[in-house]
């Protein structure tokens, strides 16, 4: 079975940072691009990030983009996004996603999410 | 800027009702790479459809999709309880990969 559970959300100040991760199973970690969504509180769904299986391809929404890094470590079966510079509007549930075998884009599985809050 | 706009914004309907869900693309979706999601509080997002109109694995036949090009349906057939939820169509063929803005289908 697939799963995907995500940690490290919380309380942070404007600025600040924070680094999420998202444990994976149930599946070959390595074959799977993977992908950051997140939604705000009452807004909908937002993408994030996007990295390929092989860690060649990395791509990000422009109201992220030099501040949000993904990154992956196939040998923990681990996906991860550092947060710098977080401001108001960066509080969301944040969604880790993984991409379909045959075409990377498309998301197939989420994890349940993990709250991130940027408030002084 | 790449638009999927979502209508209604809110349905109301009893169970057994049919639900009829769209989405409209500002361009083209190539290779209707359009993807339809159930949100419920709580839980994680579910793919429904993919390729605008292949249920996904374990996906009930009474949800099943339509359309290419710029405008795409997404039909359930007769509303089952745990259908009450929000629904997010979104495009996978260019980055990035636009959400719409969600319609929520409500008990009436």
């Known amino acids: 079975e697939v799963q995907l559970v995500e940690s490290g959300g919380g309380l942070v100040q404007p600025g600040g940072s924070l680094r999420l991760s998202c444990a994976a199973s149930g599946f070959t970690f390595s074959s799977h691009s993977m992908n950051w969504v997140r939604q705000a509180p009452g807004k909908g769904l937002e993408w994030v990030s996007y990295?390929?299986?092989?860690?060649?391809?990395?791509n990000y929404a422009d109201s992220v983009k030099g501040r949000f890094t993904i990154s992956r470590d196939s040998a923990r079966n681990s996906l991860y996004l550092q947060m710098n510079s977080l401001r108001d509007e960066d509080t969301a549930v944040y969604y880790c996603a993984r991409g379909e075998a045959t075409n990377g884009w498309l998301i197939d599985y989420w994890g349940q999410g993990t709250l991130v809050t940027v408030s002084p | 800027e790449v638009v999927l706009t979502q209508s209604p914004g809110t349905l109301s309907l009893s169970p057994g009702e049919r639900a009829t869900l769209s989405c409209r693309a500002s361009g083209t979706v190539y290779s209707n790479h359009l993807a339809w999601y159930q949100l419920k509080p709580g839980q994680a997002p579910r793919l429904l459809i993919s390729g605008a109109s292949w249920r996904a694995t374990g996906i009930p036949d009474r949800f099943s999709g339509s359309g290419s090009g710029t405008d795409f349906t997404l039909t359930i057939r007769r509303l089952e309880p745990e259908d009450f939820a929000v629904y997010y169509c979104q495009r996978y063929d260019i980055s990035p990969r636009t959400f719409g803005q969600g319609t929520k289908v409500e008990v009436k």
């Open positions: 990295i390929s299986g092989d860690t060649t391809t990395m």
